[in-house]
């Protein structure tokens, strides 16, 4: 697959091609799932008194622990992934500010903070990572296109 170079803005950050911002849409689908599991327990705990005093529950508490045992599988999908994009960047500084980043939600300025690293380095290196992974990415489809022609 060729690489594209086009690019796309992405809000307030610089333009990124369609495929950086796909390697970041899979790294933060582990994030996304993990506020719709939080979501969903809050909603759980969401408990209405009627006016004969008797508890209602907006919906039963076993189809809630239901949606949040198929989210939470979802998300260990997602993580799983997330780690093999990670781990293909082959950098150890670039692994961390990426697990950081997308495996325990910090923000920029707390990957910085705690890698001493200011904010622009972080951002400058999150990108770096991202095309290193999309490089690589490429690498792994050639070799097992090559495979299956041979």
């Known amino acids: ?3 594209q170079n086009n690019k796309v803005s992405e809000t307030g950050g610089d333009s990124m ?3 950086e911002l796909d390697i970041k849409d899979r790294l933060r689908r582990g994030a996304d799932s ?3 599991i939080d979501a969903l327990r809050l909603y759980a705990r969401k408990i209405k008194i009627d006016e004969n005093n008797h508890v209602k529950v907006p919906i039963s508490s076993t189809d809630i622990e239901k949606k949040i045992k198929a989210e939470m599988k979802k998300q260990e999908r997602s993580n799983k992934d997330a780690l093999d994009l990670i781990s293909s960047a082959e950098d150890d500084t670039l692994e961390a ?3 950081r980043r997308y495996l ?5 300025e707390q ?3 705690e890698l ?5 380095t972080i951002n400058r290196k999150t990108k770096q990572a991202i095309e290193k992974i999309i490089k690589n990415e490429h690498i792994k489809e050639s070799l097992m296109i090559r495979n299956d022609i041979e």
Do not use: G
Request: glycine residues 0%.
């Open 116 to 120: 001493h690293y200011s904010v622009i």
């Open 104 to 108: 325990l939600f910090q923000s920029i």
């Open 1 to 3: 697959m060729p690489v």
């Open 34 to 36: 993990q506020r719709k």
């Open 97 to 99: 500010i990426l697990i």
């Open 111 to 113: 990957v910085a903070d």
């Open 17 to 19: 091609t369609t495929e």
